[in-house]
């Protein structure tokens, strides 16, 4: 593995290296906390795994986390799960996410666009006050600590300032985007029972308005522990008999009052795509979230006062809530309500470029569209303020690497990263210190001991395994909710490795230090004893200008055998004759092995996803061996339902 890209596709120079805080952080934690002086981020990382306790208290030192209460030790119990982080203290996220309103109060806290591409700022002091004012009218609701707030609100201003209110009075907030139907937010929301549900009468997506009325009357009928409504006049309707206005609760001039919560007490519940069952309600601290993201957020994306931080997200994926927590670093966020590709593809680009954005994320899956559609970055926008392009949701292949290269900027940081809802944040990406080799991630992140497990648990280095965590992170789920004795929150991440966290991808560690990742592990390819990831397999056939996109399943068979079909959604215009089904299986054959050539391949009206945007390899599986449709998947978790009848129809056929 290290060998096929030695030379890194950008190196950072001397002076980023120099003025990054994580090269700041390491020398102040070397003169006051015994890190490593020399050695940059390898002996950096290698302190902070083997020191845990004295690294989490060098990063709530550094960025000055404000405990109303000190804390007893740093990790009271270091078994996983349950491990129980700084305990006795007290905090509150929301504090800590407005604290730049008391010395940059006319500045933005937030810019937000919509289709228009017209950033609308909100000031630090204004966002302050609009918490402050909603924080105060949620008290006089009867909202307590550990009360659940719930939004069905796009990527606005206002559900930024719900997250907040909710949080200042120490409740728990939970959100579905407003593109989900009533049963996949009612499969969410009635797991945890809120107290107020926040909702817009509907949003505005490729150009068109989309009225979401119905499914707010649906959403206050079915979740009966609700006390109030507000609505959120996006379309400009009236509030509906029995809700509450917005404007009316965000009026007064009010000093919001934090609630003092203990540092593992909810501060939101995040959901899994819910794919083969009800989602699992994963719950996460305010402190815990509070101490990962500042160190995610400022020392591994470099992020401060400076800087505009713009991700492409919904209020349904946990990106949203990452995305919110810039502001924890005094970074001004920019929010985007609207269709990734409108008015054409190149939309998200002119958003950066309006917004002055300098770190710009986004999904893999936009960065291959747009090289498809020979979209010119450099070219039609004016992009100097863009340090860095992240991206997420499935691994960035070496051609979108190459193309982030060759048509944003050659001194462009790419950072390609990889965590997972279940944390709220990543194991592996981006650290500004370190060079970007084609096709990798940067690195394991601090206080994260990644490692790749062959299936007798020992480490791998240059070969794939499982990706495991072996030491706890702070942002880990406290617990899932409705689990209470914890069977299906010990199920999910440590039954394989007793008191390790698998998280359920392939990856490798090269001998370097980066990182690839191959795909899910539960959906993973395994021919005549060879493990080989889905992802390897897009990466080749969608570089194929016919290909708009793939599905590649391996199905155990009765007999013994094994059967991997690759199913393919067309370009307009493309045809699956001989000539291209001769190039894919040419170009997985020389590009990867012959191991990898499919059995089959099969034209498909599409490819089905989860309502976060990921291909579902496990379900159309399930469905391949026999299992009923509504066993086989939870359909309230699937962007397009229709799409499955094609594969259990297959399924039909050959059986």
Same mark, same amino acid.
Not at 243 to 261: C, H, I, K, M, Y
């Given at each position: 593995m290290p060998t096929v890209n030695p030379e890194p596709l950008w190196r950072p120079d001397p002076r980023r290296i120099a003025r990054a805080q994580i090269t700041k952080f390491q020398t102040w934690a070397a003169e006051r906390h015994g890190a490593p002086s020399?050695?940059?981020?390898?002996?950096?990382?290698?302190?902070?795994?083997?020191?845990?306790?004295t690294f989490w208290t060098a990063v709530t030192q550094w960025f000055d986390v404000r405990f109303s209460t000190p804390y007893a030790r740093v990790l009271g119990d270091r078994s996983m799960p349950g491990a129980r982080w700084f305990p006795g203290a007290t905090l509150n996220y929301a504090e800590h996410a407005l604290r730049a309103a008391a010395t940059r109060p006319a500045e933005p806290a937030l810019l937000y666009v919509?289709?228009?591409?017209?950033?609308?700022?909100?000031?630090?002091?204004?966002?302050?006050?609009?918490?402050?004012?909603?924080?105060?009218?949620?008290?006089? @609701?009867? %909202?307590?600590?550990?009360?659940?707030?719930? #939004?069905?609100?796009?990527? *606005?201003? +206002?559900?930024?300032?719900?997250? /907040?209110?909710?949080a200042a009075v120490g409740g728990v907030w939970t959100s579905c985007a407003p593109d989900f139907g009533a049963r996949s937010v009612l499969d969410r929301f009635q797991q945890v029972e809120p107290v107020v549900l926040f909702t817009v009468d509907g949003y505005r997506y490729g150009g068109k308005e989309h009225d979401r009325r119905d499914v707010v009357a649906e959403l206050r009928a079915e979740l009966p522990t609700l006390?109030?409504?507000?609505?959120?006049?996006?379309?400009?309707?009236?509030?509906?008999?029995?809700?509450?206005?917005?404007?009316?609760?965000?009026?007064?001039?009010?000093?919001?009052?934090?609630?003092?919560?203990?540092?593992?007490?909810? @501060?939101? %519940?995040?959901?899994?795509?819910?794919?083969? #069952?009800?989602?699992?309600? *994963?719950? +996460?601290?305010?402190?815990?979230? /509070?101490?990962?993201?500042?160190k995610q957020l400022g020392l591994h994306c470099d992020l401060g006062p400076e800087d505009r931080f713009f991700w492409y997200t919904s209020t349904g994926w946990m990106m949203w809530n990452f995305l919110v927590s810039g502001l924890l670093t005094g970074t001004t966020i920019v929010l985007y309500d609207g269709s990734p590709g409108y008015p054409d593809t190149g939309a998200q680009w002119r958003i950066a470029e309006r917004t002055g954005a300098t770190l710009y994320g986004t999904s893999a899956a936009y960065v291959m569209a747009c090289r498809k559609a020979e979209v010119h970055p450099a070219r039609d926008f004016d992009l100097s303020t863009v340090q860095c392009v992240a991206t997420t949701g499935s691994p960035l292949p070496p051609d979108g690497f190459r193309w982030l290269h060759d048509e944003v900027r050659d001194d462009l940081w790419?950072?390609?990263?990889?965590?997972?809802?279940?944390?709220?944040?990543?194991?592996?990406?981006?650290?500004?210190?370190?060079?970007?080799?084609?096709?990798?991630?940067?690195?394991?992140?601090?206080?994260?001991?990644?490692?790749?497990?062959?299936?007798?648990?020992?480490?791998?280095?240059?070969?794939?395994?499982?990706?495991?965590?072996?030491?706890?992170?702070?942002?880990?789920?406290?617990?899932?909710?409705?689990?209470?004795?914890?069977?299906?929150?010990?199920?999910?991440?440590?039954?394989?490795?007793?008191?390790?966290?698998?998280?359920?991808?392939?990856?490798?560690?090269?001998?370097?230090?980066?990182?690839?990742i191959h795909g899910r592990s539960d959906s993973t390819l395994n021919r005549q004893g060879v493990r080989m990831g889905s992802a390897d397999i897009y990466e080749v056939v969608e570089r194929l200008p016919e290909i708009k996109e793939s599905l590649v399943i391996g199905v155990e068979q009765p007999d013994g055998g094994y059967w991997m079909p690759l199913f393919v959604h067309l370009a307009p215009g493309a045809a699956l004759d001989d000539a291209l089904l001769g190039r894919i299986k040419q170009s997985i054959r020389e590009q990867l092995s012959p191991r990898h050539v499919p059995d089959e391949v099969i034209e498909v009206p599409g490819v089905p996803h989860t309502l976060t945007g990921k291909r579902i390899e496990v379900p159309v599986k399930r469905l391949l061996q026999g299992t009923p449709l509504e066993k086989a998947v939870n359909p309230g978790s699937i962007d397009n339902l229709d799409l499955l009848h094609f594969y259990e129809r297959l399924a039909r056929e050959r059986a």
């Open positions: 020399q050695g940059g981020y390898p002996a950096l990382h290698r302190w902070s795994v083997d020191e845990l306790e919509d289709e228009t591409h017209e950033p609308t700022p909100v000031t630090w002091s204004e966002l302050r006050r609009q918490v402050g004012s909603l924080a105060g009218e949620l008290r006089a @609701l009867g %909202v307590r600590p550990g009360d659940r707030v719930s #939004g069905y609100l796009p990527n *606005i201003p +206002q559900a930024v300032v719900a997250l /907040l209110a909710t006390r109030a409504v507000v609505h959120i006049p996006v379309l400009g309707t009236e509030p509906p008999p029995g809700a509450l206005g917005w404007a009316a609760l965000t009026a007064s001039d009010e000093e919001p009052v934090f609630e003092q919560v203990p540092f593992d007490h909810p @501060l939101w %519940v995040l959901y899994s795509s819910g794919t083969t #069952g009800l989602p699992k309600a *994963i719950v +996460q601290s305010q402190g815990g979230i /509070l101490v990962e993201h500042l790419i950072a390609s990263v990889s965590g997972g809802t279940d944390v709220c944040s990543c194991f592996a990406g981006a650290v500004p210190t370190l060079p970007v080799h084609t096709g990798e991630l940067q690195a394991p992140g601090l206080g994260t001991d990644l490692q790749s497990w062959d299936p007798n648990g020992r480490a791998v280095i240059d070969e794939v395994g499982e990706l495991v965590v072996t030491n706890p992170m702070p942002s880990m789920p406290v617990r899932f909710w409705n689990d209470p004795d914890g069977s299906r929150y010990h199920d999910s991440y440590f039954d394989t490795y007793p008191g390790v966290w698998r998280h359920g991808d392939w990856i490798t560690i090269t001998s370097r230090g980066s990182v690839v």
